[in-house]
Protein backbone atom coordinates (compact mmCIF):
# COMPACT_ATOMS: atom_id res chain seq x y z
CA UNK A 1 0.00 0.00 0.00
CA UNK A 2 1.11 3.42 -0.24
CA UNK A 3 2.40 5.57 2.44
CA UNK A 4 -0.18 7.56 4.62
CA UNK A 5 0.01 11.11 3.84
CA UNK A 6 -0.05 13.64 6.04
CA UNK A 7 -3.11 15.58 4.74
CA UNK A 8 -5.19 12.33 6.36
CA UNK A 9 -4.15 12.93 9.49
CA UNK A 10 -3.32 16.25 10.34
CA UNK A 11 -6.20 17.54 12.00
CA UNK A 12 -7.82 15.64 15.47
CA UNK A 13 -10.87 13.56 14.42
CA UNK A 14 -9.24 12.49 11.23
CA UNK A 15 -7.68 8.70 10.65
CA UNK A 16 -6.77 6.16 8.50
CA UNK A 17 -8.15 2.87 9.02
CA UNK A 18 -6.36 -0.57 7.43
CA UNK A 19 -8.29 -3.54 7.43
CA UNK A 20 -6.49 -7.23 6.85
CA UNK A 21 -8.86 -9.97 5.86
CA UNK A 22 -8.98 -13.31 4.65
CA UNK A 23 -11.41 -12.06 1.81
CA UNK A 24 -12.97 -9.33 0.13
CA UNK A 25 -16.25 -9.84 1.35
CA UNK A 26 -14.83 -9.31 5.55
CA UNK A 27 -12.98 -6.38 4.53
CA UNK A 28 -15.82 -4.54 2.75
CA UNK A 29 -18.42 -6.03 5.71
CA UNK A 30 -16.20 -3.98 8.33
CA UNK A 31 -16.00 -0.51 6.36
CA UNK A 32 -20.07 -1.12 6.14
CA UNK A 33 -19.53 -1.46 9.90
CA UNK A 34 -17.97 1.73 10.87
CA UNK A 35 -19.44 3.58 7.65
CA UNK A 36 -22.72 3.13 9.78
CA UNK A 37 -21.14 4.94 12.72
CA UNK A 38 -18.69 7.39 11.54
CA UNK A 39 -18.06 9.45 8.28
CA UNK A 40 -15.94 7.53 5.96
CA UNK A 41 -14.21 8.16 2.65
CA UNK A 42 -14.66 4.13 1.37
CA UNK A 43 -12.52 2.46 -0.19
CA UNK A 44 -14.02 0.60 -3.57
CA UNK A 45 -11.78 -2.40 -3.76
CA UNK A 46 -9.00 -4.33 -1.94
CA UNK A 47 -5.62 -5.18 -2.42
CA UNK A 48 -3.25 -8.26 -1.92
CA UNK A 49 0.39 -7.79 -1.00
CA UNK A 50 2.63 -11.14 -2.48
CA UNK A 51 3.72 -13.17 -0.15
CA UNK A 52 1.06 -11.89 2.69
CA UNK A 53 -2.25 -13.92 3.25
CA UNK A 54 -5.60 -12.21 2.81
CA UNK A 55 -6.14 -9.02 1.53
CA UNK A 56 -6.03 -5.68 2.45
CA UNK A 57 -8.77 -2.33 2.35
CA UNK A 58 -7.86 1.29 3.71
CA UNK A 59 -10.45 3.75 4.06
CA UNK A 60 -9.81 7.13 5.65
CA UNK A 61 -12.51 8.32 8.62
CA UNK A 62 -13.83 11.75 9.46
CA UNK A 63 -15.06 11.51 13.35
CA UNK A 64 -16.11 15.34 12.91
CA UNK A 65 -18.45 14.75 10.92
CA UNK A 66 -21.65 12.61 10.97
CA UNK A 67 -22.37 9.43 8.51
CA UNK A 68 -23.64 10.01 5.43
CA UNK A 69 -22.57 13.55 5.47
Do not use: K
Given at each position: ?R????T ?30 C ?11 P ?19
Amino acid sequence: MRPIHHTHVEQPGLAVVEVAAADDETALAVQELIAARCAIAAADRTTREPGEPGVRLRFFLDLRQEPGS
